[in-house]
């Protein structure tokens, strides 16, 4: 008879230091330990936790801000001594995937955890050669040293699109080009953002589900069918013995104050935000597509590892290139992150389950 395997947490860090008690890691930031207090800094995604099914199938990533309850100079030393084995390690990173191939496929979401890894990667071995090769939507990133590449595809909704006479067409129930995610040792995938996006940013003039094409339907429904779709897809074409496959959770945006109870009146989108949103909750609403992600892969016949940065990403709003985008007042960028910066800890949130093998 088969014993059940309990559920399993690791401790992992982005600038913190951090220990494992009673299945929970509490973290501390190096440059603020503090002997003499009972209660050890409260900061912002300080507390980094990954479990897993029973059965060890489903791995998922969570991110909150806690209350540390380490007493005294031996939880300090401890914490410190405990996350050094689990900081994200370029070399040892290196080393383990010698030869292989890491490929992200998605928006641009997905290209801003590319260039932090690789990035990441060539800090560790500053005088080590690479090249970086674009051909079309395929961006390469290879340290020929180590024979490793680290590939993104853009491909924001990863079904099907088709270009037909009535138009770009989004076929939800289809995948077309999912060839050039095989041989992969590591795929990480990501879709949000561009499902949701209006007017002149959207890239598509209809939806079809067999043979029902509509002009417009609920972005929600859409995501679903169209990430059920992927799921099925991976289930019936990856290997796991071969390739290990993640999801990127869906990373938040910061348009509206309002929603996180800026306690500033004059605060507008992310512009001027120099401080992360106090944890250990996001003050507004749930994200709509975090349990449209964990809905999909919970379902999986081989779950996908799920790196939830939903909640992490939520409480950075001071994480955004905003108006130093690159175009002065004419872009305001409260989407995408700056480097370095919170996709680094994407990176190493990715790294910790890598650990394993």
């Known amino acids: 008879m088969n014993k059940e395997r309990a559920p399993r947490t690791f401790a992992i860090i982005s600038k913190e230091a951090g220990f494992t008690t009673k299945h929970t890691h509490f973290t501390i930031q190096q440059v603020v330990l503090s002997l003499d207090k009972d209660l050890i800094v409260r900061k912002m995604a300080d507390l980094m936790e990954i479990t897993s099914n029973t059965d060890g199938s489903l791995l998922v990533v969570t991110f909150q801000d806690i209350y540390a309850h380490s007493r005294g100079p031996t939880g300090a030393a401890m914490a410190a001594n405990l996350c050094g084995k689990r900081r994200f390690n370029g070399l040892d990173f290196l080393e383990r ?26 800090a560790s071995v500053p005088n080590s050669s690479y090249t970086i090769d674009r051909k079309g939507l395929l961006s390469t990133f290879t340290m020929q040293e180590y024979g490793l590449s680290v590939l993104w595809l853009k491909n924001g909704f990863l079904i099907e699109v088709a270009y037909e006479k009535i138009g770009k067409v989004l076929k939800l129930d289809s995948i077309t080009t999912g060839n050039q995610w095989l041989g992969m040792d590591i795929l990480i995938f990501n879709s949000y953002h561009w499902w949701f996006h209006t007017g002149r940013s959207q890239t598509w003039d209809y939806f079809q589900v067999g043979d029902k094409i509509v002009k417009e339907m609920d972005r929600l429904e859409a995501l679903r069918i169209a990430l059920t779709t992927w799921a099925t897809w991976i289930d019936r074409n990856i290997d796991p013995s071969k390739t290990k496959v993640f999801f990127q959770g869906v990373a938040a945006v910061h348009i509206d104050p309002k929603e996180w109870k800026d306690p500033n009146p004059s605060a507008r989108t992310c512009i001027g935000q120099t401080k992360p949103i106090e944890g250990p909750k996001y003050p507004g609403p749930s994200h709509p597509g975090e349990a449209v992600v964990r809905s999909v892969i919970s379902k999986m016949a081989r779950p996908a590892y799920l790196l939830d940065i939903t909640l992490l990403t939520q409480l950075r709003k001071d994480g955004h290139p905003s108006s130093y985008a690159g175009k002065g007042s004419a872009l305001n960028d409260c989407s995408h992150w700056c480097l370095a910066g919170v996709p680094d800890t994407w990176n190493q949130l990715l790294y910790a389950p890598l650990l394993q093998n």
Do not use: A, F, P, Q
């Not at 030869?99 to 060539?122: F, P, Y």
């Open 97 to 122: 995937y010698r030869g292989k191939k890491i490929m992200l496929v998605g928006d641009s979401l997905s290209n801003n955890m590319w260039v932090s890894l690789t990035c990441l990667l060539h």
